[in-house]
């Protein structure tokens, strides 16, 4: 079963999500629990981590910001999806920051809401990808999710991940076939970003979410910045295009 839940001040946008979140379900043959909530503080009152597979949440609330209480869910390290529903495009940015799937501008059409599931039914099978690592004797699960780039030193590939580094002999090229490109960039002969880690970037550096710094190579230093300016750009436009 998939637990959703709605943050929605409005009595009539949460009966309108109610009936196409059903209407979806129903076409799509999936099990869903609805749980709606008129105010933050409701919200925050019934809300502990992992308690939704998917929430939907009005940026303008009578009291209360929706992008807030995003910022909030992510510090806390809830990774469920996210969607946003408003009145006005002046968060996207935001909400891809957030890692929102979907930003729903209002009025919300079937077709919107659709839309919105079948991104979140993305995210959960893209959640699932992963490779398997020779690490010594052993084989190692490493889901692609996790990765935050991998380097090559002295011929030993070090992937690092939100949770540790895993070193293999396998050689990098061979990881990055196994990556299978985006949100995976090759910037250089000795290492492979996700993109999706980037925290900051400069002329030669990535700065990596975790603190690291992946270097640029001078001469590749326009192509690879574009490469990842282009990412961005597709994420938002994305977001926008759905609109």
């Known amino acids: 079963m998939v637990h959703i839940g709605v943050c929605e001040d409005e009595k009539e946008q949460q009966e309108r999500i109610d009936v196409l979140i059903k209407k979806y379900a129903e076409v799509n043959c999936c099990d869903f629990n609805l ?4 105010s ?3 919200f ?3 809300y502990h981590v992992g308690l939704f597979n998917i929430i939907f949440l009005d940026i303008y609330l009578e009291e209360d910001n929706g992008i807030e209480i995003a910022k909030k869910l992510r510090n806390i390290g809830e990774k469920c ?8 495009r002046d968060y996207a940015i935001e909400g891809f920051e957030l890692k929102a799937q979907h930003y729903l501008i209002k009025p919300i059409t079937e077709a919107k809401i659709f839309e919105a599931l079948e991104r979140c039914q993305e995210m959960y ?3 699932m990808k992963s490779i398997c690592i020779p690490n010594g004797k052993l084989e190692v699960v490493v889901y692609l999710r996790d990765i935050i780039y991998v380097e090559v030193f002295n011929k030993v590939s ?5 949770r540790d580094e895993i070193k293999t002999y396998v050689p990098l090229s061979e990881l990055e076939r196994q990556l299978g490109g985006t ?3 090759r910037c250089h002969r000795c290492n492979i970003i996700n993109m999706n880690f980037v925290e900051d970037y400069t002329s030669s550096d990535f700065i990596m979410k975790n603190g690291d710094v992946v270097a640029i190579p001078r001469s590749r230093s326009v192509v690879v910045r574009q490469t990842y300016l282009n990412f961005i750009f597709t994420n938002v436009r ?3 295009d759905a609109q």
């Not at 999806?81 to 006005?88: H, M, R």
């Open 40 to 42: 933050a503080e409701e």
């Open 238 to 240: 994305g977001e926008s």
């Open 44 to 46: 925050w009152n019934h």
């Open 183 to 185: 949100p995976f960039l």
């Open 158 to 162: 070090i992937i690092h991940t939100v």
């Open 35 to 38: 749980s709606f909530f008129c």
């Open 125 to 127: 099978a893209n959640d």
């Open 81 to 88: 999806a996210l969607v946003f529903t408003t009145s006005s």
